[in-house]
């Protein structure tokens, strides 16, 4: 078995965190870092990482997440929000900065930047913030598997009301929506009813279907 698969068997929706233990900054950078570098439609990156430590916010942010103490407990609260649009300034943004990195403009590269003008302006804006919000459930994949890496527990949340979180974070002013949220942490096994059982997936041929 590899390390990958042996840390995702490891891993598991923490339900009780031990708010006394804190992620040191190397670790929670390492998952920062996996979530910047994770992949994108088009390199857009049309999401950006919040990094709740403030426990004022957090605790208004637990009032609207029925509550769960995962919120509060957790070491740190990342928040995932999602371009409310996909605009032709952000492509325009995304796609200099990649010629000025890179120090050169290629002419195939300049034909699909139209082309992504013209995909956008077809859909609606909440058809542009429904595929944002999928680019950050792709980081939010890649942050589960870094924090499995590092031993750090972790959970995936959606139970929570988005356009107060978006409130609570002044999010609407810098044009984002909150998708997702993951506290991340260490495990309070002692109360944590989820802990020590079995993990439960679908066999490998109910899961995987290999066309040959």
């Not at 139970?159 to 506290?183: M, N, T, Y």
């Amino acid at each position: 078995m590899t390390d990958v698969i042996k840390h995702l068997n490891w891993r598991y929706a923490t339900k009780s965190f031990d708010a006394a233990q804190k992620l040191d900054d190397a670790k929670l950078n390492h998952i920062l870092e996996a979530i910047r570098l994770a992949p994108t439609s088009s390199g857009l990156q049309p999401f950006e990482v919040f990094v709740v430590k403030n426990p004022d916010l957090r605790a208004k942010i637990r009032e609207v997440a029925w509550g769960q103490a995962q919120v509060t407990d957790a070491s740190h609260l990342l928040v995932f929000a999602a371009w409310d649009n996909i605009t032709p300034e952000r492509i325009d943004a995304a796609f200099d900065y990649t010629n000025e990195v890179r120090g050169f403009v290629n002419e195939g590269w300049e034909a699909y930047r139209k082309q992504l003008h013209a995909i956008i302006a077809a859909r609606t804006e909440q058809a542009n913030f429904d595929a944002a919000a999928r680019q950050a459930y792709i980081g939010l994949g890649v942050a589960l598997v870094a924090a499995a890496e590092q031993g750090v527990d972790s959970t995936p949340m959606e139970g929570f009301d988005p356009a107060a979180v978006d409130q609570i974070l002044g999010l609407k002013e810098r044009h984002l929506r909150s998708v997702v949220i993951l506290p991340v942490g260490y495990r309070k096994a002692d109360s944590d009813w989820l802990v020590n059982l079995k993990k439960v997936r679908r066999p490998h041929d109910k899961f995987v279907t290999e066309l040959n």
